[in-house]
């Protein structure tokens, strides 16, 4: 069989070094927003075998066995008890020819997820690690890739939640300066996938997050992470059928300058190896989707890998501009 385009499919064998195998049991005793996921989604068919595309490798005869969930649900879901990353086994999906747009890999545990410049990333059970394929974006767009979704999931998650999410340059999602989720993209000649991850329940301990980053903060486990996907990726599919044809990039971004972190607030830049900042102010997004801050009086414009910004507020923690 092919996974249909509405389908959630949970991958009942292992894949060697990029997933485990897993059921709907085992999943459910994962964490109890997981349990309701499961049962929401059920009840579950046991498949033969998930269809490779010809021309794969050693997965080509065998397929992949797994359950299928009865309910339909706004596009693709591959369900993964654990992988290496959902960034990986994303991209092997799309390598075998299963992997459409807007089509997504939800795992529960990942033992190598990673953000920008592929440091750690923690995952941890009941929270939301996504990874979807991404449809291309206009010429005119191409430079603002991690900041529509980042964007559109504040926006979500500000309704969901009945609070304000601010999005603290390029792709982190903060809520009262405490990080509750994170974009990645990455990008592969023309095609791209977006991770996304969501505190739906906890957010890592200090010791567990990297030095100077933003404090962690969790969404109260309102939601699943399923449904919370659906909520997202059916937005998403909206914005890009029916407002991004007739929008311009520079409402766009002036849309996102309105949740932009810090602005106006005296920040520090910190130069990769130069230990002292270098006291600025936060002005907003130029057209080319950088960090536009005022230094003594002369406005800069940054980009994702240039610097690390600091909040100077006594009562903030630095953070770093690189990942999730």
Known sequence: ????????????????????AGDPESLAREHPLWARSIQELGPWEETGALSIAQGSDKFR?????????????????FLCFSCSSALDLAWQLWQWGLFQDWDAVIAIRQWAGRGQLRRPWSSLPGNLHVVWRHPPLPSGWRGLVSLVPAWLSARVLSQLEGRQILIKWPNDLLWRDGKVGGI???????RTLVGLGVNLEAAPQPAGLRESVVGGAALRGRINPVNCWNLLVSEYVNWYQNILPSLHPEDFLQNFSAVLAWKGRPVLLHEHGCEN?????????????GLKVSVEGVTRTVFPGDIRLASCSASDQSTDLQGI
């Not at 069989?1 to 485990?20: H, N, Q, R, T």
């Open 1 to 20: 069989m092919l996974l249909a385009g509405k389908s959630v499919f949970l991958l009942g064998e292992d894949i060697p070094g990029l997933a485990l």
């Open 61 to 77: 005869h065998a397929g992949i066995k797994g359950w299928l969930s009865t309910k339909t649900h706004a596009t693709g879901v």
């Open 184 to 190: 990645l993209v990455e990008q592969r000649n023309e």
């Open 277 to 289: 900042g270098l006291p600025a102010v936060v002005l907003g997004i130029s057209a080319e989707g």
